[in-house]
């Protein structure tokens, strides 16, 4: 009989790698997700720990599966991610019914790991670092949605901004072997996947130290049959090259779209973030990738509130949403986490200065979306149909090359398919278009 597993995501697209990559190790041992926390054997929360919010969501999350565990001791209740790797045995300490921690290095042991814990009742943290990466750890062929897949080409971080976790939750940086990567997409375009996103917490680093060099890859990437679109997170500004900037000129599957954190306008702030660039050298990355892709849909994270950030540290960061013209940011207020340089820095803000900055950055940034948006509807582009939608019969949504969501009605159910259409509407939040005869991948 097969057993059941209920499992929540927080976080990242590292995250939902990761979780793609549970899923799969548990399937080889006759696991099969449920929906359900009621109907599961195992329970395990995938955790991010960038911002003290998300770490109390787990927490919060955890409290909900009290009960069940205590009215059924076979349930296996886990903590993976981020926060499993930064608390460690403090977390089973904390919560008593939780019985295992697996840490970000630890994943592709949760076969012995459940094994120790069903068998020997043991309460487990295995939160370990590997320098090396093992393909071991890896599953081909396993990540696929449909027509989509995630694939991780590398872990870790080796920038250590002063005011991020990531260094000490995901270790240092090391790279898969390109041969094996193109092993594993070449095994997914043969089981019908049609876009991937090469996912990595600074994937501008990969094969640093080695003849290999992310622009490398992704070109080899982009030759692979059957494969229609690339795309990839996250890039690092200091660090993204000409060579890569040159790929989005030349190469159609190449999706319009990068995301590039800039985290702030002001040169005071990024030093003191260590970010290693200015805000000039941000902008003139900028301005090589619209000369390179003219269409190029740009994003970006902010942080508002920064240690010792001024009103005019914060009116910089304005001039720059300005004059980019970010197709989205994900901003967030600074959050202090343990460890980090930017923990112990004099001037911290209030809560009502950073809560009143982020009100501020996130109106703005809703209004230059919608204007973008409006200033497409007329235009032809191609389509990824990822599924059903939820309003209406027949209606169907995807995404753009650029990453926008779109929505569709069709005749029938043409999900994992690229399909050429004519945006007819526009919101703040998506886009409408209906079936078009003229190919064209804008927007």
Do not use: W
Not at 38 to 56: M, P, Q, V
Not at 94 to 116: A, C, F, M, S
Not at 122 to 139: C, D, L, P, Q, V
Not at 202 to 231: H, M
Request: proline share 4%; net charge neutral; with cysteine.
């Amino acid at each position: 009989m097969p057993s059941y597993v209920f499992l929540e995501t927080f976080g990242c697209q590292m995250n939902d790698s990761d979780s793609k990559r549970l899923l799969s190790f548990l399937k080889n041992i006759n696991y099969i997700r449920t929906d359900s926390p009621e109907k599961a054997d195992l329970i395990i929360l995938n955790t991010c720990t960038i911002r003290e919010k998300a770490e109390h969501k787990v927490y919060s999350a955890l409290g909900k599966f009290k009960p069940l565990k205590y009215g059924s001791q076979h349930i296996i209740i886990a903590v993976a991610g981020c926060v499993a790797q930064q608390a460690g045995e403090a977390l089973l300490k904390k919560v008593p019914y939780l019985d295992l921690v697996i840490g970000t290095h630890n994943i592709h042991l949760i076969e012995q790991l459940l094994k120790r814990v069903s068998e020997k009742k043991e309460r487990i943290s295995a939160t370990g670092f590997f320098s090396e990466m093992n393909e071991a750890e890896y599953t081909v062929a396993s990540h696929a949605e449909g027509a989509r897949a995630l694939v991780s080409i590398m872990r870790g971080c080796d920038n250590f901004c002063s005011y991020c976790v990531v260094p000490f939750t995901r270790g240092r940086e090391a790279s898969r072997n390109p041969d094996d990567i193109l092993f594993e997409i070449t095994a997914l375009a043969k089981k019908g996947v049609i876009e991937v996103t090469l996912v990595g917490q600074n994937v501008n680093s990969f094969g640093r130290g080695t003849p290999n060099s992310f622009a490398g890859l992704l070109k080899s990437v982009l030759g692979i049959d059957g494969i229609e679109r690339v795309r990839f997170v996250t890039s690092h500004p200091k660090d993204i090259s000409r060579e890569l900037i040159a790929l989005f000129a030349g190469e159609g599957k190449l999706c319009a779209h990068i995301h590039l954190p800039v985290q702030s306008g002001s040169d005071a702030v990024l030093k003191r973030m260590k970010r290693g660039y200015t805000r000039q050298e941000y902008l003139d990355k900028i301005g090589l990738l619209r000369d390179a892709r003219p269409d190029i849909a740009i994003t970006t994270d902010i942080i508002t509130g920064f240690p010792g950030e001024t009103d005019a540290d914060f009116d910089d960061t304005m001039r720059l949403i300005e004059e980019v013209r970010f197709d989205n940011n994900f901003s967030f207020m600074y959050s202090p986490r343990p460890g980090t340089v930017a923990a112990s820095l004099e001037a911290q803000l209030p809560l009502e200065v950073k809560s009143q900055r982020l009100d501020v950055v996130q109106q703005r940034q809703r209004e230059i979306t919608e204007e973008i948006n409006l200033s497409l509807v007329g235009r032809h582009t191609q389509v990824l149909i990822e599924g059903p939608g939820k309003l209406q019969s027949f209606e169907y949504t995807g995404k753009t090359s650029c990453g926008r969501v779109l929505k569709i009605i069709l005749p029938f159910d043409m999900t994992g398919k690229l399909v050429d259409v004519e945006i007819i509407e526009a919101y703040r939040n998506s886009l409408r278009g209906e079936l078009s005869q003229r190919t064209s991948v804008c927007c």
